[in-house]
């Protein structure tokens, strides 16, 4: 049992979204007992098991969703033969409880200027896990950003198959251009954040949104991005641009489900 929480802690320390499913009932015959636990990953994959068979591909299936909106899950089965519904033949009844796991959500800031700095201040204040990514080393320099902040090297295009990307973060661009956000967005586009913001003008957004027509990312996933970025509040300075920001983060987060 003790590997099973090892598992779980290592899951926090790494960020990685996780179900964490207890047996809390039984009656009669099945597979597993009160107490039995299982953690179910964003790709399906488990550690530990519920019992097997039908009942736990329920539960597998249940948990993935239950990842996506954060919402805990209770789930009843039967394993009565007789039973129409039954998702077994042992003969008893077990209840799953399902917690998703999904931890501190994460900020990745696409970009490490005036902005992107005071984003990433403003993020740590909020407890999110800050990550600025940005292709210019000389800029990101420890000293300019708070404590926590994760200071990431590397064009955008190649930060979702760097970092843990899923629908727990949420994405900052504030780039120094449409060329940038060109070519690094459609990969992020793919794994579906839970918010994308991309600063600029409405004149750079059109140029942004052609150019993502051309490279062949599809309008409704154009859609799925917010700009110009934040709530108009008629901010003008970084840090004023910054509240914008995490406002409207704030606001699609609450609202979410």
């Keep these: 049992m003790t590997e099973i929480f090892e598992k779980l802690l290592e899951t926090k320390r790494k960020h990685?979204?996780?179900c964490l499913c207890i047996v809390i009932g039984?009656?009669?015959a099945v597979p597993r007992h009160a107490g039995s636990k299982m953690l179910v990953y964003q790709d399906g994959s488990?550690?530990?098991t519920v019992g097997g068979?039908?009942?736990?591909?329920?539960?597998?299936?249940?948990?993935?969703?239950?990842?996506g909106d954060g919402r805990p899950q209770l789930l009843y089965y039967t394993l009565n033969a007789n039973d129409p519904d039954s998702v077994g033949v042992c003969g008893g009844d077990l209840t799953i409880y399902i917690e998703p796991q999904v931890g501190q959500p994460i900020l990745l800031i696409l970009g490490a200027g005036h902005v992107g700095r005071s984003v990433a201040k403003f993020g740590r204040q909020l407890n999110f896990w800050v990550i600025v990514a940005d292709d210019r080393e000389d800029l990101l320099e420890p000293d300019e950003f708070p404590e926590g902040v994760e200071l990431v090297s590397s064009p955008i295009s190649e930060i979702a198959t760097q970092l843990p990307i899923n629908n727990q973060i949420y994405v900052v661009g504030v780039s120094r251009g449409s060329d940038v956000d060109i070519e690094g967005v459609p990969s992020l586009l793919e794994v579906q954040p839970a918010y994308i913001g991309l600063i600029g003008s409405k004149k750079r957004w059109d140029a942004t949104k052609k150019g993502l027509l051309q490279v062949g990312?599809?309008?409704?996933?154009?859609?799925?991005?917010k700009s110009p970025i934040g709530l108009d509040i008629g901010a003008e300075t970084p840090d004023e641009i910054a509240v914008s920001?995490?406002?409207?983060?704030?606001?699609?987060r609450n609202t979410a489900n």
Excluded at 53 to 67: C, F, R, S, Y
Excluded at 217 to 225: F, G, L, R, T
Excluded at 245 to 252: D, K, L, N, Y
């Design 16 to 18: 990685i979204p996780v």
């Design 26 to 28: 039984t009656n009669g």
């Design 46 to 48: 488990i550690f530990g």
């Design 53 to 67: 068979g039908q009942a736990e591909a329920e539960t597998i299936k249940t948990a993935v969703q239950a990842l």
């Design 217 to 225: 990312v599809s309008e409704d996933k154009i859609n799925q991005i």
């Design 245 to 252: 920001i995490m406002a409207q983060i704030i606001q699609v």
